[in-house]
């Protein structure tokens, strides 16, 4: 992925009905404090000037339509980080009558209207921490080594 994103990364945050706890987490890690900014990354207005959108909450049924127009007009290779509990599988609100859930089901129906993402990244909790973000940063850069691995079981 890094070869992709040498020097920075332009984000888009996409609330998709979220309680704005992850939001607040999101404006935090790019103050002083945390300064995600000394590496690269820049907040911009348009998912057409994005790298990556940051994807919070579940997706609403009302937000729908508008959350595929914001990928759709991101420039390929297209990055989605989700985060947070709703935004990764829809948190307390995954079965709902008003949301699709997490960022499974989106790219569920992504995929049915041919809008392709090419990598998809998760930082779960509720809220997320500044510290998590960074380390996500980090992975997508190429500037640290996934912790953890995922183990897919096979029916034999």
């Known amino acids: ?89 829809g948190g307390i609100w995954h079965d709902t009558y008003s949301t699709i859930g997490g960022v499974r089901e989106l790219l569920k129906i992504l995929e049915k209207r041919g809008i392709v993402v090419d990598h998809v990244y998760y930082i779960p909790g509720c809220p997320i921490r500044p510290e998590a973000i960074i380390y996500a940063i980090g992975l997508i850069k190429g500037l640290v080594k996934k912790k953890a691995k995922m183990k897919v079981k096979t029916a034999e």
């Open 1 to 89: 992925m890094s070869r992709f994103l040498k020097k920075s990364i332009w984000i888009f945050h996409l609330n998709t009905g979220s309680c704005n706890a992850c939001d607040i987490e999101i404006l935090d890690v790019l103050t002083p404090f945390f300064d995600a900014e000394r590496f690269g990354v820049k907040l911009v207005v348009s998912p057409r000037h994005a790298d990556a959108i940051l994807m919070t909450g579940p997706v609403t049924i009302e937000s729908l339509p508008k959350v595929v127009n914001a990928i759709e007009a991101v420039p390929r290779p297209r990055i989605l980080i989700a985060m947070g509990s709703c935004g990764v599988g």
